[in-house]
């Protein structure tokens, strides 16, 4: 059965450190996306891209995080330099391509990257 | 904005118990709603959606109803097992173009013991 794939599962870095988690879509999903857990919350949505470009992007803080899917399959969420707030699960999720005309397509995560800043 | 809320939690229940939890939602559209589940140690999971007014999402003995005069999708399962013991979220999808982000409420621990 087809799985999205993150890595690391898990990442332990001191403040003001870079950090980089990796995140490989289920083949032929066109959209993927990103969120933050945060222990005892729901997931909030970091960036969700179609293909190679960004759809949403309002709550990435763009001050230190940054995201990429440059050929629109895997992708990568950096953030630099880490603070003690990014302590969080980072979520990635993919579907089939979310058009204006198509209906809802699920969204299927990925087992996460637990990160914890020091 | 969009916005999803849970009843508090833990729930804790002995096998074989009724359970209902609460969920309601703030959406400006028509949202599509969903339960998430969680295992220990696992990804999310979709356990059931139900995407216009009236309709009845179902899996695994779960049941929500999606009601839209009480902005309310409640999950409910009338036997649990130990094996559904997990973190469950309540989440929405309200589409505008190409933005089909969810938005998720806290999410509740369920604990069934033997």
């Known amino acids: 059965e087809a799985e999205v794939a993150q890595s690391p599962r898990y990442k332990i870095t001191e403040k003001s450190q870079a950090v980089a988690f990796w995140c490989d879509p289920i083949?032929?999903?066109?959209?993927l996306y990103w969120y933050r857990q945060i222990l005892g919350q729901g997931p909030e949505l970091l960036v969700q891209f179609q293909d190679e470009s960004v759809v949403d992007d309002s709550q990435l803080p763009k001050d230190r995080f940054s995201a990429e899917r440059l050929k629109g399959v895997d992708s990568t969420l950096k953030i630099q330099p880490a603070e003690l707030g990014d302590s969080a699960m980072y979520l990635c999720a993919s579907s089939l391509e979310a058009g204006v005309l198509s209906s809802y397509n699920e969204q299927f995560f990925g087992p996460g990257t637990r990160l914890t800043v020091l | 904005g969009d916005s999803v809320t849970q009843m508090e939690g833990p729930v804790t229940l002995s096998e074989e118990a009724c359970l209902t939890i609460n969920c309601t939602y703030t959406a400006t559209g028509y949202p599509s709603l969903f339960w998430y589940v969680q295992y220990p140690g696992e990804g999310l999971q979709l356990l059931l959606k139900?995407?216009?007014?009236?309709d009845k999402g179902s899996n695994k003995g779960f049941e929500a109803t999606y009601r839209k005069e009480t902005t309310s999708f409640h999950l409910e399962k009338g036997s649990v097992q130990v094996s559904d013991s997990a973190v469950y979220f309540c989440a929405l999808s309200d589409r505008t173009g190409a933005n089909s982000k969810l938005t998720f409420g806290k999410g509740i621990t369920l604990s069934v013991r033997p």
């Open positions: 139900a995407t216009k007014a009236d």
């Open positions: 083949s032929g999903h066109a959209t």
